[in-house]
């Protein structure tokens, strides 16, 4: 049985400094509070009037919001986590890092949140983001709430999920498609949490489940963190030069080109950039470096996603075909990313190969 992966985004939660518009996977209005307490007091007088007093000083200008804090090269070694969990940590945040950007670092509360779900997933023989209350171990409908039962305020974030492919197979299947890869991706996430169950139902079995945020009552983690400055502000996947990529696109739920089956489909290509940015392609194509063909491939982007699941600082080239074994690809991008909400726009070009497994 191959891997099954599915992808749920995006609980946004309003945070003061910082705020995106770019539409996710579904957005749940919550808000959070996170000025402080304004206090007005009042005195009385005794029996002859006050002198006039001075008007009230002008208020000192607030602060500005400091932004996203600087790619996390390092974070600390999780603890609790079985074999399987460790590997699974351990992969995410090396493809992270090789792709430019911050770690994540390991949440006890939302590897809790990630382990009952995992668990109610066995439990319920249901591969599904989304609980049914009164189910057994029913601990919250959606990711963002089970992260919030168990003691973390989560801001625009994910949930991905594998099976019955886990550890770090089961990431590196994950990466190799287009809606979970998008979120692995992303640069904002800070935090993560882990669950995986071992036990096999008669349709789910060993099911893998990773939560990726930040938090919204952490005034500086909670505004992300930026990517490594030497990507120049754009991720790409494969990276440059990378071997033993994947032939075909793995078994993604849902299919983010539904008219074809998902398993002829190849290995996609994508850039990811900063959240309050758009990136548009104006060309985007992929070649066979033996022959020199363009591969039939479909683009998608935030505006033409079938599944409504692409957000718009990720673009991704879907071959139409499975990749050749054994075989260099060369990927040339041009194109440019607006900004949110300055409208500012900067060109994007980028060119680069990989080459395929042989198999």
């Known amino acids: 049985m191959g891997s099954f992966v599915r992808a749920r985004c995006s609980r946004r939660i309003a945070v003061a400094g910082r705020q995106s518009l770019a539409v996710l996977f579904r957005r749940v209005a919550v808000t959070v509070m996170t000025g402080g307490v304004v206090a007005c007091g009042g005195g009385g007088g005794g029996g002859t009037s006050p002198s006039p007093s001075a008007p009230p000083p002008s208020p000192a200008p607030a602060p500005a919001a400091a932004g996203p804090i600087a790619a996390q090269l390092s974070v600390p070694a999780p603890v609790g986590y079985d074999a399987d969990r460790l590997a699974a940590f351990n992969r995410l945040n090396e493809i992270r890092v090789s792709a430019g950007l911050g770690m994540l670092a390991q949440s006890g509360p939302m590897d809790q949140a990630a382990q009952a779900h995992a668990a109610w997933i066995s439990a319920n023989d249901s591969f599904t983001h989304v609980e049914q209350v009164g189910t057994p171990g029913f601990t919250g409908t959606d990711w963002a709430q089970r992260d919030e039962a168990f003691g973390y305020v989560p801001v625009e974030g994910y949930e991905v999920m594998s099976a019955p492919v886990h550890g770090a197979a089961g990431v590196d299947g994950l990466v190799n498609t287009v809606y979970h890869r998008a979120a692995m991706l992303a640069f904002e996430p800070v935090d993560v949490g882990i669950g995986w169950s071992a036990l096999a139902a008669t349709d789910v079995s060993m099911p893998l489940v990773i939560d990726l945020t930040r938090p919204g009552n952490d ?120 900004q949110f909400p300055a409208g500012t726009t900067e060109t994007v070009n980028r060119q680069w190969s990989f080459t395929t497994a042989a198999q």
């Open 219 to 338: 005034p500086v983690r909670g505004l992300g963190q930026l990517a490594q400055a030497s990507i120049g502000g754009v991720a790409i996947w494969p990276l440059a030069d990378a071997l033993d990529v994947p032939v075909r696109l793995g078994q993604e739920s849902p299919n983010p080109v539904p008219e074809q089956d998902v398993l002829t489909l190849g290995t996609p290509a994508s850039l990811t950039v900063e959240a309050d940015k758009t990136i548009t392609a104006a060309s985007f194509v992929m070649t066979n470096g033996t022959t020199g063909a363009i591969l039939p491939t479909r683009i998608l982007t935030n505006a033409n996603d079938p599944n409504f699941s692409i957000p718009g600082s990720f673009v991704a080239l879907v071959p139409l075909t499975v990749l050749d074994p054994g075989t260099r690809y060369v990927v040339a991008f041009s194109g440019s990313t607006t």
